[in-house]
């Protein structure tokens, strides 16, 4: 079981679902969904117990969905109410059907025991519904690659300087050591650039001229939710640590979803505090972003090439590992506890340690 | 052994073979396959035991096929006749030859113990050489899809309703309950629907404007054959079962073929007692069955998929699966009875009792 | 282990390799290769040692490759000479460096033990450098086959009249048997056509009208480099077989570089004592050429999906089956030798056996 599955993860962007009925998967469970009359989200398992037929093939009946081959009949709870051709309903005629929630545009799915689904859990930021904040949502990367890798890269800072040279990163960085601090269920990796020239994005962003004191506090919150809170102030102000809301800030999120051990896609906004309310700013935002994430997905999928060709030796750790492997060791034991059933309290949201 | 191989298999129309050398494969076995000088065919295993290039690679010289890589020759039974750069023939020089008979235009190959090939087996139809019925070749469906869904798709009268709602099936029949019989190697199941609406076939084909009294008889005819007796009659007339040559009467043939077990071709066709010798009423119900067929294939190729997927539990059965459930039983008999080298008598075809 | 590693194998010609990293992969080891400030070659290990990304996807700084995720550098011999974040260089830093060497626009590679590794062994042939003879470098025939099949290919006269009847070989030839015999690590295979109309090849070419005398012979320097020394001289002058100097000869060369168990390279060229210095002949030829190797092509990847097939008989051998049976006795033995380490000395090219 490679996979935490007593988690919320996101499934996509509010607007991404509809009447109709929507197939996807998440850590390697199909999944029919569509949002009902009411305007509430319906995460079914995605197949008949009949004849295996994913119900996604089959059509809505108001609330329900009648199976594309035989007609049997299953509401939002997963239960059967109809086998055509017959009177009686099978106690084994159900689907499994996942709790599901909406918060500011974002859909999330709780793939594990339903008796656990805790709606209070999921992730969530102050700044989403602060009006000096800007939220702005990007897209959808899909990644032909595991998801430790792509989640183990965004708790990684000291890629920044090699993957993203012309936009979130440059050599004034590349030496400059990381620090790593872990607070409940949220693994921190963090790193200021002090009195640089401004990277690219700040350059076109912020509109310096003049260096800049930079930083990256990259947030992982388990099993996959990554906020990197990012960005620059004028040198001369010698801007202390705890406050980084005087400069240009944004917080980069990356809601990561396991679809199979070999596919993984990563749905990512931003929010800001600058250019509040511009959506010119936006589009160049979201255009920089694209580029640097299409330079993350090339590396990540050639590394997964690579761990499916046969080793030798085992793979290194350096310095800069830190944050990767405190995000492993405890993912490991997530999976372990799931394993043994000694899976203690849900976890609550403890991701507001972010000033 | 995933297949009953003491059986005849539809390899084709005789149209789809001449002088040129065909490459195919039938239950996991690739054959090379031609039309010999005197006009009978040839079915040969398409391998060259030298160095395994497939013979069909090659080329003819008479009735013989020459290897294309070292020009090693097999004559229609099988033997080799040359061996270039050598006089001698080693008695390890052979391919296996497989019985092909023709009839009504079918090419039929006996893919088992050929001591056992029969061709007295050969699926056949009184109505096939009847002047009262018209009989249209159709085409072959190429579906990624175990055979075994999809000849039991040919004993399931239940998936019209919803598979086929704008050609052969409409919600008037969603809850009419299935029978099923069998006799000797053919298991039969049917239902009537009284007194409904013409489906859209029937619409177009039969000229109905008022109710009709609608009939499906599906004979699955073991291993793998199909005939799908339906028609609609007045349904002021109140027909008996027995008198179904009174109304629009329609037998849509499947021949299916096993390629691999991942992999089926159906060659369809029909012969109907109306419109007999109507070429334009031919290419109309061809057309109609193009679109159903359809629908089938997105059905059993989606299911293909998905039993391939890992499962937490076991498919149910419910009451209309009467036929396929026999039908999987037989099959499994059969296949099992070629294991242990018990397999009785040659099968002899029983396939009479569709009036 | 299917490959024997001590032996240098080519890896290209000497124009496909400049300044930028080239990944390609030899006996299922991936490189990253690149011609240094100097000129030379550099093959290394495509895969960083710390999160696996293949090195190719890095780039130059000098004549080291910094790794395109988190920096980590290597020179040309493989050591790490940099960690981003990190003082220290840890032992386990480095990846593996193979001797590469160029001769004559032909560039090999080392895959075995550095130690073994001796550029006195590699293939040559005075006539590369003698000035009566014309060199052309041909192309890169890729093959979705195993290596010992395209190597075994090229100590087989014997497919020449079914494979290349247009180009190469004729009917004449089919029953003409054929010699084998072995010299150090050279094995040869090889037959006279005497008194025969000319192939395709030296109508067009050596311009002969009347019956000419034809030879071929098939030299295969192991593991994998194959000279075949074929020509026609005019049938009138009888010629001897040590005087094929006389006649029009051409030494068609072919490097085959196994690239994994179910791919292959084959670098192919050719030297001639005709037609010296003439381009317009080069170019006919070359295009003769290209013609019959993909009908080997054609041949060699049928024979590899077959041989993915399950069998039901072990292939059969015969008379002209002996120069192949030869080669693969000799393979096993070497990759035996290797995988016991009873290496015994390195290989030293005796490949002068020609004349």
């Given at each position: 079981?490679?996979?935490?599955?007593?988690?919320?993860?996101?499934?996509?962007w509010?607007?991404?679902?509809?009447?109709?009925?929507?197939?996807?998967?998440?850590?390697?469970?199909?999944?029919?969904?569509?949002?009902a009359?009411?305007?509430?989200?319906v995460?079914?398992?995605?197949?008949?117990?009949?004849?295996?037929?994913?119900?996604?093939?089959?059509?809505?009946?108001?609330?329900?969905?009648?199976?594309?081959?035989?007609?049997?009949?299953?509401?939002?709870?997963?239960?059967?109410?109809?086998?055509?051709?017959q009177?009686?309903?099978p106690?084994?005629?159900y689907?499994d059907?996942?709790?599901?929630?909406?918060?500011?545009g974002i859909v999330?799915?709780?793939?594990?025991?339903?008796?656990?689904?805790?709606?209070a859990?999921?992730?969530?930021?102050p700044?989403?519904?602060?009006?000096a904040?800007?939220?702005?949502?990007?897209?959808?990367l899909?990644?032909?690659?595991?998801?430790?890798?792509?989640?183990e890269n965004?708790?990684?800072?000291?890629?920044?300087s090699?993957?993203?040279?012309?936009?979130?990163?440059?050599?004034?960085?590349?030496?400059?050591?990381?620090?790593?601090?872990?607070k409940?269920?949220?693994?921190?990796?963090?790193?200021?650039?002090?009195?640089?020239?401004?990277?690219g994005f700040?350059?076109?962003?912020?509109?310096?001229?003049?260096n800049?004191?930079?930083?990256?506090?990259y947030?992982?919150?388990?099993?996959?939710?990554a906020v990197?809170?990012?960005g620059?102030?004028?040198?001369?102000?010698?801007?202390p640590?705890?406050?980084r809301q005087?400069?240009?800030?944004?917080?980069?999120?990356?809601?990561?979803?396991?679809?199979?051990?070999?596919?993984t896609?990563?749905?990512?906004?931003?929010?800001?505090n600058?250019a509040?309310g511009?959506?010119?700013?936006?589009?160049?935002?979201?255009?920089?972003f694209?580029?640097?994430?299409?330079?993350?997905?090339?590396?990540?999928?050639?590394?997964?090439?690579?761990?499916?060709?046969?080793?030798?030796?085992?793979?290194?750790?350096?310095?800069i590992?830190?944050?990767?492997?405190v995000?492993?060791?405890?993912?490991?034991?997530?999976?372990?506890?799931?394993a043994?059933?000694d899976?203690?309290e849900?976890?609550?949201?403890?991701?507001?340690?972010h000033?």
């Open positions: 079981m490679p996979f935490v599955r007593n988690a919320w993860y996101v499934a996509g509010s607007r991404d679902f509809g009447a109709e009925i929507r197939a996807l998967t998440i850590v390697d469970q199909t999944l029919a969904m569509f949002r009359g009411d305007g509430t989200l995460a079914l398992e995605d197949r008949c117990p009949h004849r295996q037929l994913p119900l996604s093939k089959g059509k809505r009946i108001g609330d329900t969905i009648q199976c594309g081959y035989h007609g049997m009949t299953f509401d939002r709870t997963g239960a059967c109410v109809r086998v055509p051709g009177d009686n309903l106690a084994s005629a689907v059907a996942f709790p599901v929630e909406e918060r500011h999330w799915v709780w793939m594990g025991d339903p008796d656990r689904a805790d709606p859990t999921i992730f969530d930021l700044e989403f519904s602060d009006p904040w800007h939220l702005h949502h990007g897209d959808a899909h990644l032909r690659a595991n998801y430790l890798n792509v989640a965004l708790v990684d800072p000291a890629h920044v090699f993957v993203h040279p012309t936009t979130l990163g440059s050599s004034a960085s590349e030496n400059v050591p990381v620090h790593v601090s872990t409940g269920k949220t693994i921190t990796a963090w790193r200021w650039i002090r009195n640089a020239p401004p990277v700040f350059q076109k962003f912020g509109g310096f001229t003049g800049v004191d930079r930083w990256h506090y947030h992982l919150y388990l099993p996959s939710t990197i809170d990012f620059s102030a004028d040198a001369a102000l010698n801007l640590e705890d406050e005087k400069g240009v800030r944004i917080f980069a999120l990356h809601f990561v979803t396991p679809v199979t051990e070999d596919y896609i990563d749905h990512w906004m931003h929010i800001r600058a509040v511009d959506d010119a700013a936006s589009a160049q935002m979201d255009a920089m694209r580029i640097a994430f299409a330079e993350d997905k090339e590396i990540l999928e050639a590394i997964h090439i690579e761990e499916q060709r046969p080793h030798k030796r085992k793979p290194i750790r350096i310095a590992d830190k944050g990767p492997n995000f492993r060791k405890r993912i490991r034991d997530l999976i372990e506890a799931e043994t059933e899976l203690g849900p976890v609550r949201s403890t991701f507001v340690q000033d």
